[in-house]
């Protein structure tokens, strides 16, 4: 199977590093894409002897049979539709994009006219297989408490306007409490579980989301309750923080692999 990634971060090096270990079976990565050749990418695709390309028009001449989008939202927006309209199965992990309705039934359009999959993996969370069932039921109602250290919330825009000083909390700090609709666009590094939440449960307006810091956690911790028709769950995920990006979990990049490897497989356990 030929992969293509678009972005040159943690993602892209897990794929890497298990295909040369010989993880991934007959898998490879055929292209690696980043916005300019100063991109973070180019030294790690030279690193494993991959191409490094700059333009969608470049990856897709390499013929990659699967694209996982691993870049940001603005990439999920560029490139998803048009590498869809050549027939070319797309992961995306920025999964958040998709709360723009417009943009996600374009892309649900594109899937269906050229028979491509759209694949919008769990990452950091799981249970979506459960959610799904109660939905069939009926929910009543889905809430995500997104609750990390406070450094995983540094540099975002949306934070640095509360005026907090992250260094030096005392105390766990609501971020935002609020509809997934709300919230999501605010968190674009952050959130993506929140998306994958609404968008396989009861949409983004009915989903309710709590982002928190909290400085005595050593875990990404998100807690998801579901309520409906056949009962009540209640999850919790505490996910070590990738040690490169402590804005995602572990568990959300090796969720990426494990999209991969079910995307690749006749058959298929669970979701």
């Known amino acids: ?13 897990l794929f890497l590093e298990h295909i040369a270990r010989g993880d991934m079976g ?13 991109s973070r990418g180019k030294p790690l695709a030279e690193q494993y002897g991959v191409p490094f390309v700059t ?12 694209v996982i989008e691993a870049a940001s939202h603005d990439a999920v927006r560029e490139f998803a539709k048009p590498l869809l309209q050549q027939s070319i199965p797309v992961i995306i992990l920025s999964g958040g994009a998709l709360c723009d309705d417009a943009l996600r039934a374009r892309l649900e359009a594109a899937a269906a006219k050229y028979k491509a999959l759209l694949y919008v993996p769990s990452g950091g969370i799981g249970g979506l297989d459960a ?27 949306y934070v640095q306007k509360l005026n907090l000083d992250l260094d030096h909390l005392s105390a766990a700090v609501i971020l935002f409490e609020g509809t997934a ?7 674009p590094a952050n959130v993506n579980i929140a998306a994958a939440l609404a968008m396989a449960g009861i949409g983004f307006d009915r989903t309710q989301m709590k982002v928190v810091a909290d400085p005595a956690l050593v875990y990404n911790t998100h807690y998801i309750n579901i309520r409906g028709k056949t009962g009540a769950i209640s999850i919790k995920f505490e996910s070590v923080p990738f040690p490169d ?13 494990a999209a991969f490897k079910q995307f690749n497989s006749p058959v298929r356990y669970g979701t």
């Open 1 to 13: 199977m030929r992969i293509g990634i678009i972005g040159g971060g943690v993602i892209a090096r």
């Open 55 to 66: 333009s969608l028009a470049a990856l897709i001449a390499e013929r990659p049979e699967v």
């Open 245 to 257: 990006n402590p804005k995602t979990s572990m568990l959300a990049c090796y969720s990426a692999l």
């Open 26 to 38: 007959e898998a490879q990565v055929v292209a690696i894409q980043g916005r300019s050749p100063a």
């Open 181 to 187: 609709r709300a919230g999501v666009p605010h968190f």
């Open 131 to 157: 959610l799904k069932a109660v939905c069939v039921a009926g929910a009543d109602s889905v809430e995500i408490a997104v609750t990390k250290p406070p450094a995983a919330w540094k540099g975002i825009p």
